[in-house]
T-cell receptor, first 119, second 113 residues
Framework: DTAVSQTPKYLVTQMGNDKSIKCEQN?????MYWYKQDSKKFLKIMFS???????INETVPNRFSPKSPDKAHLNLHINSLELGDSAVYFC??????????????????FGPGTRLLVL | GENVEQHPSTLSVQEGDSAVIKCTYS??????FPWYKQELGKGPQLIID?????GEKKDQRIAVTLNKTAKHFSLHITETQPEDSAVYFC????????????FGPGTRLSVLP
């Protein structure tokens, strides 16, 4: 009954490969996110989807492509993996769509993370 | 855009003592400030949050204070226990940025028995 789940938990792969990370939330939330946490523990948002629509796309190489088949799932596909992609990737979700003035900011619930190591 | 700084980067306290972590933010439009705790090998978990219309919030041993004028907010943990040892992140979010949380760089808290 995990609220936000990710698979796989660990991913070790060779440079140049293509890999996907899956995320599912059973909280009924409208919005899902992908974060990257580097070796220094710095958390940085990559993407945000609201009801299957992309609403935040930070400066991320286009080798990273999120896909949301429905609002409970947000998968991250990475093409041509590079050494610098090694990090922990966290999926998160929140209840409300926000934006502009007067929006309500609801907290984000994080998954357990996927530890990606590119060799 | 928003920039969040967090101090100290590491903090060691004796069990039973208090711990204080401070964050500053740059965008005066920021109005929601959550604190997350990340234990080893796990994802960040919300421990407390505060909105800009209040100056202080408390939940048992954890409290957060907010000074909007000075643009800083702090996490206070009293009567620390070894299980409080973790990395703590503050974050700030403003209406203009949608759901875009900007996290501080984290503080590694060690509670020594």
């Amino acid at each position: 009954d995990t609220a936000v789940s990710q698979t796989p938990k660990y991913l070790v792969t060779q440079m140049g490969n293509d890999k996907s990370i899956k995320c599912e939330q059973n909280l009924g939330h409208d919005t899902m996110y992908w974060y990257k946490q580097d070796s220094k523990k710095f958390l940085k948002i990559m993407f945000s989807y609201n009801n299957k629509e992309l609403i935040i796309n930070e400066t991320v190489p286009n080798r990273f492509s999120p896909k949301s088949p429905d609002k409970a799932h947000l998968n991250l596909h990475i093409n041509s993996l590079e050494l610098g992609d090694s990090a922990v990737y966290f999926c998160a979700s929140s209840q409300f769509a926000v934006g502009g003035t007067g929006g309500i900011k609801e907290t984000q619930y994080f998954g357990p993370g996927t530890r990606l190591l590119v060799l | 855009g928003e920039n969040v700084e967090q101090h100290p980067s590491t903090l060691s306290v004796q069990e039973g003592d208090s711990a204080v972590i401070k964050c500053t933010y740059s965008d005066s439009a920021s109005n929601y400030f959550p604190w997350y705790k990340q234990e080893l090998g796990k994802g960040p978990q919300l421990i407390i949050d505060i909105r800009s219309n209040v100056g202080e919030k408390k939940d048992q041993r954890i409290a957060v204070t907010l000074n909007k004028t000075a643009k800083h907010f702090s996490l206070h943990i009293t009567e620390t226990q070894p299980e409080d040892s973790a990395v703590y992140f503050c974050a700030a979010i403003a209406d203009n940025y949608g759901q875009n949380f900007v996290f501080g760089p984290g503080t590694r808290l060690s509670v020594l028995p």
